[in-house]
């Protein structure tokens, strides 16, 4: 039986689809959770809200959709820490705030869009590039 190079090609494309490249910086994208809340005597236990959990994932497909980062499932296996803290409207301006941390150090980032939730995290991690970027040489 004869194996076309179409096939070998198609076979590795396959086998490398999902891969983390060595060289990539790792990134765990959660939600903050709200702060529990007391009612009635019970104690209800702190959530993320629907609204960042949303941002947290859209932020996390764009970032999978960069070159040079990639999201793990563990904040252990990360080198950045990116929560989303909270999201607003604000007159037309769709605005999600996040919390990065990197080692010992911490930073805010604000994505804004006029147009979509999505189109701001692709906004923060626009920025969380740039940054990731200017400071190539603590990730290597």
Request: charged content about 20%; some cysteine.
């Amino acid at each position: 039986m004869k194996i076309g190079f179409g096939f070998v090609a198609l076979a590795a494309i396959l086998l490398c689809a999902g891969q983390v490249d060595a060289k990539d910086v790792k990134v765990f994208v959660s939600a903050a959770a709200s702060a529990p809340v007391q009612r009635d005597g019970f104690t209800d236990l702190a959530f993320p809200n629907p609204g960042t959990r949303d941002s947290a994932k859209d932020i996390a497909r764009v970032i999978d959709g960069v070159r040079g980062l990639r999201t793990v499932k563990r904040p252990t296996d990360a080198a950045v820490l990116l929560q989303v803290v909270s999201r607003e409207e604000q007159t037309g301006h769709y605005l999600v705030h996040v919390q990065v941390t990197v080692q010992d150090h911490r930073f805010e980032l604000t994505g804004a869009s006029i147009h979509t939730w999505y189109a701001s995290g692709d906004d923060v991690v626009g920025q969380l590039n740039a940054w990731v970027k200017a400071n190539r040489t603590h990730f290597q």
